[in-house]
Each structure stands twice: as structure tokens, then as C-alpha cells.
């Protein structure tokens, strides 16, 4: 744990160090620009709850990736599912006519059956026919771009909109908002919590780690490979699809082109960094949306363009694992060296 | 008969830029490298082909400066899994993310436009006509008349089959892919050579690249690699890394990008935008069907 909290500090400053120089390069001001970065994301309240509100779809695409790379399968499906659980919540939302405490649990479970369908479909094609899910998922994904696309022009398209969009869903499924803070992060927390539980205490987890360690261990241990496989595809997507979900319900209240935007693809690199644990993709998740969320803040008074931190993301992303890889070779010697002087003495 | 040509002609254009990747992919899936940064090499040789061939009005200044940029991924990348050993799939997974952040980060800063950027100052890639080739009375308007990239193709895909059939690099680029302990232990350093299948990676990425932004069409958009990089490492997966499969294979994705285009009167156009990836399914269906039939 402290190695990691570590490795991970040093990680982030050698990034902003990085970011840094990049700005002087192009001739910024770096202490301008990440004070005005942070000032925007995280001094006062209603950054605060703007960066929280935004972590939602990253901590929880990250949170899909981190649990499915811990398990085994390489689910890179995760754009595809938001998508598709951000489609099945606005539909739900569009044609369903209930009083607020029954619609938004529907809606929230539809957003998560359809994120489990749609990687329902990667792993049956898996279970019958074994196809691998890494390149399955990624057609999933382009395929799924295209679906939400089509149902956002034609069948469920704003007559009165300009460009693809879905008429606002029922106001009784819209998250409720107290000042500034939007109750999807309660959701996020609680399905944290669950996911956390799930993977950590319970023996589906336990089965579930043991086979992402070492699969064949498992199998001889008596675990039910193929079915675990199952289950934590559709766990998975359903908590991707949540994520899809969650941000037609707080955010515009309708599917619009270009919902997902980057969402999954940074819960990926979530996972990545945190080196799928569930603590620290909530942390990166955080620090994550801290980032994107202060970019507003950064273009508005300096000439620094929000694209910038993307950049910065990837950065991050290489030096920390890199870092990681490097840290333990270093430590793992550093060991290996001091037996070696104790068995010469 | 116009159709039929066009058909084709949408089919080579449409392969070129997954079988140049895919044949980048397949010099490192032979040397052991899990190298799913096409997409990115790609993405970022087409940004600085556009780049090039706009500040040095030159198409050839294009295709360099790709070739540069997508070296500088493959750099990149031979710093962090080859010399770092960093795990190649997180490698991968973020240069591919990096290259898009930069790309489009790099388009606002330079162009100062969002989305795409197309202008008549960008010189495309020519095409070429051999004369005695264009008089054959069907096969003229295709053996002819090609842009220079694809005719650059042509050639590599026959150089790549020699070189890792025919060549000592060859043999030695196997050998690190099949068992590097004992390349290693033969005096032949197996880094060296995954750092060289990189390198040839970056290049033909470039091109890829050049192909995309200066040949297919003559301007820049976000993301414009859009999955072609997965495609092509769906492809060298299918056809175990040999270059002519690769080149088949290509050709069937091309063929299905050209019928997405032809169906187009018949359907919204979100559904044929659909087909090459739905193709890429199948194949991969087919493929898991004949594993299943050697292995049994």
C-alpha cells in the first residue's frame, strides 16, 4: 500500500513536471496555469462538487475495467456499454410514466441491463465459439457507436432539435440536484461500495481474483471457470452501463451525439494506473476528474487549451506505470543485493 | 463495368492503410511483441502528414515528416516496454490515448481549428499513371492510376515476406517471437531486435498514416484512424502474422468498406458505417471455428 501511495505521488509530479515543461516550450506561464487548473477543480465548494460530479462515469467505467482485468477477461468494451446503458436509461426514460422513487431505480437498473446485454454479446461469443473478447469488445464498441447513433437520428430523434439528439426523458427520472451537489455521486459511492464488497469479501470475489491471478491454480482449486467468466462480463458492463446511464440522468436529461465522449477510454487508463485495485481507481478516477474538470477553468483565463489534458492524462499514465515497473526492479535488487552480502559474510 | 471497377478500386483504397499497419503489426507480433499501438502510430502519422505536406507544400515532406512522427510513437514505446519494461498492453493502451490527446491538442494549437482541419494548401499524395499499363482495356483504369502509396504497398508486402522468410533478420525476428532465451544465448541481443521490428513498425505506420490524410481524403479529423489500427491487429491475429494472408485479408475488409459505401442507397448510412466491423466479427468467427478444428 505505501509503495503504491508512493510510487503514485512521485508518478503525478514527474507528469505535471513533464506538463510543465511542455507549457514553457510553448511559452505558458506553468504556475499560472496549474493554479488556475486546481483553483477551478478542488478550492471551494462548488468546484468541489462539480470535480465529484464529474468522477461519476470515470470512476465507474474504471471501476468495470479495473474488476474485469483483475478476473481475467480483458473487457475493453466499456465505451460500447455506456453508450448502450446510456440509450436503454433514455428510452426507459422517454416512454415510461412513473412517480420518481419507482423511475429512477428503473431507469438506473435498465441502464445496467443494457451495459450487461451488450457485453452479454463478447462473452457468448467467447463462451460458444471462443473468440477473444479484447478484439470482440473493441468491434462491440464501434458497432454500439454507430446503433446509438442511428436511434438518436430516426426512431428516437428530437423533431425540434437541430442535430441527432432524444426529446428530455420524464422529470420525475432526473437525479435530484441539492445546491450544487448531484446525488449521481450517491449512486457511484453505493455501487462502489457493493463492487467493493463483492470483490474483497465475498467468495465470488475471491474465485474471481484467484482466476485473474492464475486460471489454471483455479481450476484445479474446483473454480467454475467458464461461469465466472460469464458473470463478470455482465458485471462489468453493467457497471459501465451505469455509468452511461447515470449521465443521461443527471447531466442533459437526454441522449445526445457524443454522449460518452471519452469517459470509458479514461476509466481504462483508470484502471491501468491504479493497477486495477478498487481504492485506487476511486483516487485516480478523482484526481482524473479533477484534471478535466479544472481545464475549463485553465482555457477560460489562460491561453493553455483544454486538449492539453489529455496529454497530461497520458503522461501521467506512462510514468506512473512505468514508474511502478522501475520502483520494484529497484527494490526487488536492492533485496536481492543485501542477501547476497549477508551469505558472503 | 463502372461499378465493378469502382467496387475494386474502393476495395484497394480501403485495405491500404489496414494492410500497411498490419504488416507494421506483423514484423512485431513475429519478434514477440503484444504491440496493439498501431491505432496511435497511425493516427499520429496521418496528423503529421497533413502537418508536412502543409508547411513544406510538398507531399513528400508529408510522407516523411508521418514516417517521423509515427517513429517518434514507436520510440516512445521501445523507451517504456523494451527498455522500461513496462507491461506492452498498458503501453499500448496509453500511447494510443496519448496519441489522440496530442493530435487533437496539437491540431488546436496549430491550426487553431476543432473537429477537422482541411485546407487547399495541403498538397495529397499523387497518383500515378504507367503509361502502357492504362491502354489494357479493363484491368487499365486499376492497374493504373493508383495513388503512389499503394503501388508502395505492392512492394512491401512482397519485401516484408522476404525479409522474415528469407533473411538472417528474419530468421532472427522468429527466433526472438518463438524463443528468446535462446537467441539471447546465441550472441543475438532478442531486445535489439523487437526494438528493430518497432522501428519498422513506426515506418509502416507512418505510411498508413500518409495514406489516410494525404491519399484517402486531403484533410485531418479528430480520431480519424477510427479502429483501423484494431482492425489490422485483428487481421495479423487472423492469419498468424504471414504477409500474404495479411494481404487477402485486407482486401476482404476493403471490399466490405466499398460495399458499406454501395449499400448506402438502400440504408441509413450508420448501418453500413457498421460493415467492416461486423465483418471483422465473422472472420474472427471463422478463424476460432479452424482453431477448434486443428486443435480437435
Request: aromatic fraction near 12%; proline fraction near 4%; hydrophobic fraction near 55%.
Amino acid at each position: 500500500m505505501q509503495r503504491k501511495l508512493i510510487s503514485g505521488i512521485i508518478g503525478i509530479l514527474i507528469a505535471l513536471l513533464i506538463g510543465a515543461l511542455i507549457m514553457l516550450v510553448q511559452g505558458y506561464n506553468p504556475i499560472q496555469t496549474y493554479a488556475a487548473l486546481f483553483n477551478f477543480s478542488l478550492f471551494g465548494f462548488y468546484p468541489l462538487a462539480t470535480t465529484l460530479r464529474n468522477s461519476v462515469p470515470l470512476i465507474l467505467t474504471g471501476l468495470s475495467a479495473s474488476v474485469a482485468f483483475a478476473s481475467g477477461p480483458v473487457n475493453l468494451g466499456q465505451p460500447g456499454q455506456l453508450l448502450i446503458g446510456a440509450l436503454f436509461a433514455t428510452v426507459g426514460g422517454l416512454y415510461l410514466d412513473l412517480p420518481a422513487f419507482l423511475l429512477i431505480p428503473v431507469l438506473i437498473l435498465l441502464s445496467m441491463l443494457g451495459g450487461a446485454l451488450w457485453s452479454g454479446v463478447a462473452a457468448m461469443l467467447r463462451k460458444w465459439f471462443n473468440m477473444d473478447e479484447f478484439i470482440t469488445t473493441l468491434m462491440l464498441n464501434m458497432i454500439a457507436d454507430f446503433f446509438t447513433y442511428w436511434a438518436i437520428s430516426y426512431p428516437f430523434f428530437d423533431r425540434s432539435a437541430y442535430s441527432p439528439m432524444t426529446p428530455q426523458i420524464n422529470t420525475n427520472g432526473w437525479l435530484p440536484i441539492w445546491g450544487e451537489f448531484n446525488s449521481n455521486v450517491i449512486v457511484m459511492v453505493l455501487a462502489f461500495f457493493v463492487i467493493y464488497l463483492v470483490f474483497n469479501r465475498l467468495t465470488a470475489g475471491y474465485e474471481w481474483r484467484i482466476t485473474g491471478h492464475n486460471s489454471l491454480f483455479a481450476r484445479l482449486g474446483g473454480i467454475k471457470i467458464d461461469k465466472n467468466y460469464v458473470t463478470v462480463m455482465l458485471v462489468t458492463g453493467a457497471l459501465a452501463g451505469l455509468a452511461g446511464g447515470l449521465v443521461v440522468m443527471a447531466g442533459p436529461h437526454r441522449f445526445l451525439k457524443g454522449l460518452g465522449a471519452n469517459y470509458a477510454w479514461d476509466g481504462v487508463m483508470i484502471a491501468v494506473v491504479a493497477n486495477n485495485g478498487l481504492i485506487g481507481t476511486l483516487l485516480y478516477g478523482l484526481f482524473f476528474s479533477a484534471l478535466q474538470t479544472g481545464s475549463l477553468g485553465m482555457e477560460l483565463i489562460t491561453a493553455v487549451p483544454r486538449e492539453f489534458i489529455q496529454v497530461l492524462q497520458a503522461v501521467t499514465v506512462l510514468v506512473i506505470v512505468a514508474g511502478r515497473g522501475y520502483l520494484d526492479i529497484l527494490i526487488d535488487k536492492t533485496i536481492a543485493r543485501q542477501k547476497a552480502r549477508e551469505r558472503a559474510t | 463495368m463502372n461499378i465493378i471497377t469502382g467496387l475494386i478500386n474502393g476495395m484497394i483504397s480501403g485495405a491500404t492503410p489496414i494492410l500497411l499497419a498490419a504488416l507494421g503489426g506483423t514484423f512485431t507480433f513475429y519478434a514477440g511483441v503484444f504491440n496493439i499501438a498501431m491505432e496511435g502510430m497511425m493516427l499520429t502519422g496521418a496528423f503529421f502528414a497533413v502537418l508536412g505536406s502543409y508547411y513544406f507544400d510538398s507531399w513528400l515532406m508529408g510522407i516523411v515528416c508521418a514516417i517521423i512522427g509515427s517513429l517518434m510513437m514507436a520510440l516512445i514505446f521501445i523507451l517504456f516496454a523494451v527498455t522500461l519494461k513496462t507491461d506492452e498492453f498498458v503501453t499500448g493502451i496509453a500511447l494510443n490515448l496519448f496519441a489522440l490527446g496530442a493530435t487533437t491538442y496539437m491540431m488546436r494549437q496549430i491550426f487553431n481549428v476543432k473537429g477537422a482541419f482541411s485546407n487547399p494548401g495541403i498538397v495529397p499524395i499523387p497518383r500515378i499513371h504507367i503509361p502502357l499499363l492504362a491502354k489494357i482495356p479493363i484491368l487499365g483504369n486499376i492497374l493504373s492510376g493508383q495513388n503512389l502509396i499503394i503501388y508502395i504497398t505492392v512492394l512491401v508486402v512482397i519485401l516484408s515476406a522476404f525479409i522474415i522468410f528469407k533473411t538472417r533478420f528474419g530468421l532472427r525476428l522468429r527466433a526472438a517471437g518463438y524463443n528468446a532465451p535462446s537467441l539471447d544465448s546465441s550472441g543475438v541481443s532478442s531486445a535489439k531486435i523487437r526494438i528493430w521490428s518497432l522501428i519498422i513498425c513506426g515506418v509502416l505506420c507512418g505510411l498508413a498514416g500518409a495514406f489516410l490524410s494525404l491519399g484517402y481524403v486531403t484533410l485531418f479529423s479528430e480520431n480519424m484512424s477510427a479502429g483501423r489500427g484494431w482492425i489490422s491487429l485483428a487481421a495479423v491475429i487472423l492469419v498468424n502474422g504471414n504477409p500474404w494472408g495479411i494481404a487477402l485479408i485486407s482486401l476482404l475488409f476493403g471490399f466490405t468498406d466499398g460495399l458499406g459505401l454501395l449499400l448506402q442507397q438502400y440504408m441509413p448510412s450508420q448501418f453500413t458505417s457498421m460493415v467492416p466491423y461486423v465483418a471483422t466479427l465473422i472472420a474472427l468467427y471463422f478463424y476460432s471455428i479452424q482453431a477448434r478444428k486443428r486443435k480437435a
